[in-house]
């Protein structure tokens, strides 16, 4: 029983001082919590300024690095588009291709047809149904409408290779297609 007294005035003696020191940690928790206030300020201004310069610096690095590259895409595709095509935009004087009028393909079980076949400078082959009744005109129409004009480029038979005789009122029999045949598309020489 005397050790519990001993505590309790201890404890009552301990007091006055335990108060004295939370009051002095009152004002430095306030102070804490001000300081803590502030640097979270100075936190978001630096953030905000190293956004900033992020931002700048991307917009930096689109103009200099990614518009230039996006460019140089962009021409090497419409060279690689102009190599396929031929120059038929250019020289086609304000004819748009693809208002040609060829006829309709007539399908593959239709009587009298024939399959041409275009062997383009690219490489690349493409395949068309006509009558053999049709005009061989349409075969020019043809070629300009897949973007070879007829200014520079020309048909000739594969074999043997001649250049295709296409006249106003012949047919494709009349020309000698009377069956399946395969066509090159071949680039006139230029003369100066």
Same mark, same amino acid.
């Given at each position: 029983m005397a050790s519990r007294g001993i505590v309790g005035l =201890?404890? !009552?003696?301990?007091? #006055? %001082? %335990?108060? !004295?020191? %939370?009051?002095?940690g009152i004002p430095d928790l306030v102070y804490l919590k001000e300081e803590e206030e502030n640097n979270e300020k100075r936190q978001k201004l630096v953030r905000k300024k190293q956004q900033e310069a992020q931002s700048e610096k991307a917009s930096r690095y689109i103009e200099n $690095?990614?518009? #230039?590259?996006?460019?140089?895409?962009?021409?090497?595709l419409e060279e690689r588009f102009y190599q396929m095509t031929g120059e038929t935009w250019k020289l086609s004087n304000g004819h748009k291709? &693809?208002?040609?009028g060829l006829p309709?393909? #007539? #399908?593959?079980?239709?009587e009298?047809?024939?399959? @041409?076949?275009?062997?383009?400078?690219? &490489?690349? @082959?493409?395949?068309?149904? =006509? !009558?053999?009744?049709c005009s061989s005109r $349409?075969? %020019?129409d043809w070629m300009m409408k897949i973007g070879y004009h007829t200014s520079r480029y020309s048909l000739s038979t594969s074999f043997p290779r001649r250049p295709l005789e296409v006249e106003g009122g012949w047919s494709l029999q009349d020309t000698g297609i009377t069956m399946d045949? @395969?066509?090159? @598309?071949?680039?006139?020489?230029?003369s100066n």
């Open positions: =201890f404890l !009552l003696s301990a007091l #006055p %001082l %335990l108060c !004295l020191e %939370l009051r002095r $690095v990614l518009k #230039p590259h996006q460019e140089m895409k962009l021409r090497k291709l &693809g208002v040609l309709e393909e #007539p #399908p593959e079980t239709a009298e047809i024939v399959t @041409v076949a275009l062997r383009c400078p690219s &490489g690349s @082959v493409l395949r068309r149904r =006509f !009558l053999k009744s $349409v075969l %020019l045949t @395969v066509l090159i @598309v071949e680039e006139k020489e230029q």
